[in-house]
């Protein structure tokens, strides 16, 4: 099978560890054991049993998922490991080779190389800076023909950090049904506004609508790898399914620490530590961004990225590999998401690199200066 090079996970896996200071994250600074687990329940860790458990996911941690979204229940949840895997398993249960989809841009870009892998025809829709990022009905609209099976976005955006309005949701969700095809909304950064709105979702608005999430991102939890979709049972069959033939299942440590970040008052705790961090880390690009004229960013509402157009006469992916190698400060290209002339910086990670790594952008910026 041919498949395009993955950029952006591939340059992260070869280079995040290798740098000294990583900007390319997107989420939440990571949490602890400690955030989870208090001392006088260490022992219920040690001594849980590391069978197989349950592979779909214990109810328990079904149910605290559901819990997290309107009018859903544990039949409702499919368990993954990453979001990541719950965006395959959708793509593979929803779409087979011949059939279309619409992926509206920019965009994590997984979906769009393992589609076109599978055989799906893919258009691109993008997403425009002069319309706030938000999705325009009628370019959707004329994208969908005979075979499109699904239409799938990232709200929060990556690599914005925009936030879908809520008329435009509804608006899309509406479409969407008509059209009798299915709405995807990868929600892996729900959860994470910055300003402390209620999280909103995609769920609920329509009979085809599905949404994806995870802990990785506004949680703070990468390392459990622990991700899910919310959809209709018959959907979640099918996906369980294709599960068989993936990862089969997750851990049961994982769904275990998993469960306890979703269910409150840890959940909210973790959610609240997140927002503070983001909020920290955003004010902090935007002091740093007024001293640089000819560099911008639409405002994240939320996430962890400041998704920043920049004015140097070079290409993305060139600025990238130049700043990582003469200044050990790694960010993610906007070309790796179909945007040039633009760097994603993210702003959640410990304050310390962040203040270092921008006066270091900020040297490599007037080294290249006209």
């Known amino acids: 099978m041919k498949i395009d090079t993955f950029l952006l996970e591939r340059s992260q896996t070869l280079y995040e560890n290798e740098v000294e200071i990583n900007l390319t994250e997107s989420g939440v600074h990571h949490a602890t054991m400690a955030d989870l687990v208090p001392p006088d329940e260490m ?20 149910q605290a ?7 859903s229940s544990a039949e409702n949840v499919l ?3 990453g979001t990541s895997e719950a965006n395959m398993l959708a793509l593979m249960s929803l779409a087979d080779p011949g059939d279309h989809m619409v992926m509206l841009t920019p965009n994590f870009m997984q979906l769009d190389g393992l589609a076109r892998a599978l055989g799906v025809e893919v258009t691109r829709v993008p997403l425009r800076p002069e319309n706030g990022w938000q999705p325009d009905m009628d370019d959707v609209r004329a994208a969908i023909g005979p075979a499109t099976k699904l239409v799938t976005l990232c709200d929060p955006n990556n690599p914005t950090g925009v936030l879908m309005r809520g008329e435009t949701r509804r608006a899309l969700a509406a479409l969407t049904e008509k059209a009798g095809v299915w709405l995807l909304v990868d929600e892996i950064y ?3 506004e910055i300003d402390g709105r209620p999280p909103a979702t995609a769920w609920g608005l329509g009979g085809k609508v599905i949404a994806t999430g995870g802990l990785a991102k506004s949680f703070g939890l990468p390392g459990l790898r622990m991700g ?7 959907l979640v069959k099918r996906m369980h399914e294709r599960q068989d033939y ?17 269910t409150n008052p840890v959940r909210d705790r973790l959610l609240a530590r997140g927002r503070q961090i983001l909020s920290a880390g955003r004010g902090r690009v935007e002091d740093w961004l007024r001293g640089r004229n000819g560099w911008s960013l639409v405002q994240p ?35 790796w998401f179909g945007i040039p002339r633009h760097i994603r910086i993210g702003f959640g990670v410990d304050r310390s690199d962040l203040d270092m790594g921008l006066e270091r952008i900020d040297a490599f910026a007037k080294s290249h200066a006209g």
């Not at 049993?49 to 779909?56: H, K, S, V």
């Not at 998704?307 to 990238?320: G, H, I, K, Q, T």
Request: hydrophobic share 40%; glycine share 10%.
């Open 43 to 62: 022992d219920a860790i040690r001594d849980l049993p590391l069978g197989y458990g349950y592979t779909d996911g214990t109810p328990a941690l079904r």
């Open 65 to 71: 998922v559901a819990d997290w979204y309107p009018a």
């Open 79 to 81: 368990i993954a490991n």
């Open 190 to 192: 729900r959860g994470s």
């Open 228 to 234: 899910w979709c919310i959809a209709p049972p018959d």
């Open 246 to 262: 993936t990862t089969i299942g997750t851990g049961p440590l994982a769904q275990e620490l998993s469960r306890r970040a979703l």
């Open 301 to 335: 509402e939320a996430s962890g990225m400041a998704f920043v157009a920049y004015d140097l006469d070079m290409d993305s992916e060139r600025f990238v590999h130049e700043l990582r190698d003469r200044t050990g400060v790694f960010v993610c290209a906007g070309d």
